[in-house]
């Protein structure tokens, strides 16, 4: 899996209230849940969010409730990967669950500026900031995991293989 975009940079403890705010939780529409992604932190993302953009944050990011909708928010909105310090643990597994790519770097984060252009080799945990010209190595995704990213989610990864 290869991505490549534009980094929207944010801090530590974003938690799932401020990625899809509650009063948006009586959908479950991908589509509508992605207008509202992260307006209560920046009210702009939206807006200059593109297909293939990369969010890149701090420690702790998806903190807060369980909800799947903060993942499925970000995955609409055209994010294809996150890059944090460290993810909340039930995001992380809803961001796979939900076909989200993420990965742990601190040192990708500590180097990649708002608006540098990133490109991620998830097969090999490799990151680039291309701007600068930087390599980070990160973890790759063991390929049962890969699996059901590619696959788009856990449910189609299912349906898949009782196919």
């Known amino acids: 899996m290869e991505f490549k ?16 705010p509650a009063r948006y939780l009586n959908t479950s ?22 297909p293939g953009d ?3 944050a701090e420690e702790n990011f998806g903190c807060g409730s369980s909800r ?3 993942p499925i928010a ?8 996150i890059i944090a310090k460290s993810f909340a ?3 992380y597994r ?17 180097a990649i500026s708002q608006g540098d252009v990133v490109s991620v080799d998830a097969d090999a945990g490799v990151i680039v900031d291309e701007t600068t010209g930087q390599t980070f190595q ?9 699996e059901i990213i590619e696959a788009g989610g856990l449910i189609n990864r299912t349906k898949e293989r009782m196919a």
């Open 5 to 20: 975009g534009t980094a929207h940079r944010y801090g530590r403890d974003i938690d799932t209230d401020v990625i899809i």
């Open 29 to 50: 529409d991908p589509a509508e849940l992605a207008k509202h992604c992260l307006e209560d932190l920046d009210v702009t993302f939206i807006e200059r969010v593109a």
């Open 54 to 56: 990369i969010i890149v």
């Open 68 to 70: 799947e909708h903060a």
């Open 74 to 81: 970000i995955k609409a909105a055209g994010v294809p990967v």
């Open 89 to 91: 643990r039930i995001f």
């Open 94 to 110: 809803n961001s796979i669950n939900t076909g989200l790519a993420i990965m742990e770097c601190p040192e990708a984060v500590d």
């Open 138 to 146: 990160a973890q790759p995704f063991p390929p049962f995991i890969r």
